[in-house]
T-cell receptor, first 114, second 113 residues
Framework: EAGVAQSPRYKIIEKRQSVAFWCNPI?????LYWYQQILGQGPKLLIQ????????DSQLPKDRFSAERLKGVDSTLKIQPAKLEDSAVYLC????????????FGPGTRLTVL | AQSVTQLDSQVPVFEEAPVELRCNYS??????LFWYVQYPNQGLQLLLK??????LVKGINGFEAEFNKSQTSFHLRKPSVHISDTAEYFC???????????FGQGTRLTINP
């Protein structure tokens, strides 16, 4: 079974530029999550999708971050414009969507904002 | 709202020694508890989870954890560690009825030969 795929693995941009990350979840997984992991901290949930609808985006900085999950499969997370404090690893995870299902994580995208 | 505190940011141990990584949580409702491991430049992998039943939970790679409701703790243990256990370990909590995970800040386990 293929795991959660993410691209790119690394990205370096200047502040005020825009960037997009892509995630392909495990086939059949209804729920998709985007997390932000700042160096030295645990992952923090940014947004959760159930199929192609948003379940929780309470911690997503909506003035600069946006995410979509078209057709309930792949997802894209965008930052526009980026700030220095957005430097982090962005993790995508997916699960079957039931209450205590294990979340499977992708390898992450390491973003450096200069 | 729930929260997780991992009491040690770094834990150095010698190879083949036992180890305990401490985790305390706070929640006003019943919870599920998890331990994840993150190897360098990789995503998180589930080690074990407590959903209900026996308070002693066994996971992969010889790890186990004990749920203590009165002390709101979920400490992770391994009787004998190997060099390959060097990684970052995260404790996480999910309120029953929700799918959202809240993570602690992580504990870096370093194994010395």
């Amino acid at each position: 079974e293929a795991g959660v795929a993410q691209s790119p693995r690394y990205k370096i941009i200047e502040k005020r530029q825009s960037v997009a990350f892509w995630c392909n979840p495990i086939s059949g997984h209804a729920t998709l999550y985007w997390y932000q992991q700042i160096l030295g901290q645990g992952p923090k949930l940014l947004i959760q999708f159930q199929n192609n609808g948003v379940v929780d985006d309470s911690q997503l900085p909506k003035d600069r971050f946006s995410a979509e999950r078209l057709k309930g499969v792949d997802s894209t997370l965008k930052i526009q414009p980026a700030k220095l404090e957005d430097s982090a690893v962005y993790l995508c995870a997916s699960s079957l969507g039931r209450e205590y299902n294990e979340q499977f994580f992708g390898p992450g995208t390491r973003l450096t904002v200069l | 709202a729930q929260s997780v505190t991992q009491l040690d940011s770094q834990v150095p141990v010698f190879e083949e020694a036992p180890v305990e990584l401490r985790c305390n949580y706070s929640s006003s409702v019943s919870v599920y508890l998890f331990w994840y491991v993150q190897y360098p430049n990789q995503g998180l992998q589930l080690l074990l989870k407590y959903l209900s039943g026996s308070t002693l939970v066994k996971g992969i790679n010889g790890f186990e954890a004990e749920f203590n409701k009165s002390q709101t703790s979920f400490h992770l243990r391994k009787p004998s560690v190997h060099i390959s256990d060097t990684a970052e370990y995260f404790c996480a909590v999910s309120e029953k009825g929700a799918q959202k995970l809240v993570f602690g800040q992580g504990t870096r386990l370093t194994i010395n030969p």
